[in-house]
């Protein structure tokens, strides 16, 4: 679809720019014949009496400036359709984002959630995947932490894809959640190069994301932050430190 308005768009960007061209060239010649008096001289060869073929070039004529400014109106109202249509589609991706904004992370199930996280993988500090493991494989909070890290992640999965396919007003979900889903994959970001160790699908749409919107730099407690995903080699290393201290 959008590929396809893409296609249109142009042709009407060609043939806009060529109606406007003609118009320029009849408008100089025009200006041409007035500026240097041949207007005049070809005036006098218009007969006081004109013989058919006269009427028919007239008429022929007549035809070619009628067709030109329909053509001229087909474009400009075409080219107002598509346009208006654009606007309409950006009013109505931006309010879809505001109403899964309001449903999902300013809802108290959200809240909830972020605060399980919280509580059990608190902000500001590396999560492994064997830390995921281990507090699933336990009872009660713990295992709700998990899963509630888990859900977050995905939430933040969803938005990008959405935002990738158009669907989602991105400028948006920039201003609104960009802090808060870098934090979160920052702290998270050794679990998830773990995770897409075998499958680079797993979150690529939010490490994208991340990647195109983390600004990495020293927090307000003065921790840096934002920090990039791990490539293979940086996370073989850092897994390699773990295991000595642990």
Known sequence: ??????????????????????????????????????FRALLDLIPDQP???????????????????????????????FRNAKRA?????????????FQSRLSEYFQK??????????????????????????????????EALQQLLNYYEFLAVGIAQGDLDKDLLRQSIRGIMCNLVDDARFMIAELRTNDKKTLEFLVALYD??????????????????????????ALTLRGKHG
């Open 1 to 38: 679809m959008h590929a396809m308005e893409r296609v249109v768009t142009g042709l009407l960007i060609i043939g806009a720019l060529g109606f406007l061209v003609l118009l320029i060239l009849v408008s100089a010649g025009f200006a041409t014949f007035l500026l240097t008096g041949e």
């Open 51 to 81: 013989d058919g073929e006269f009427r028919i070039l007239v008429s022929l004529f007549g035809i070619a400036v009628s067709a030109l400014t329909a053509v001229g109106g087909i474009l400009f109202a075409v080219f107002s359709y």
């Open 89 to 101: 589609e950006a009013a109505q991706r931006k309010q879809h984002t505001i109403n899964i904004l």
């Open 113 to 146: 959630t972020n605060s399980l996280r919280k509580e059990i993988f608190p902000t500001d500090n590396d999560i492994y995947l064997d830390d995921w493991k281990a507090a699933r494989a336990q009872a009660g909070k713990p295992r709700e932490g998990a």
């Open 212 to 237: 195109d919107w983390r600004d990495e730099k020293l927090n307000y407690a003065g921790v840096l932050s934002e920090r990039a995903i791990p490539t293979p080699a940086e996370l073989e290393a």
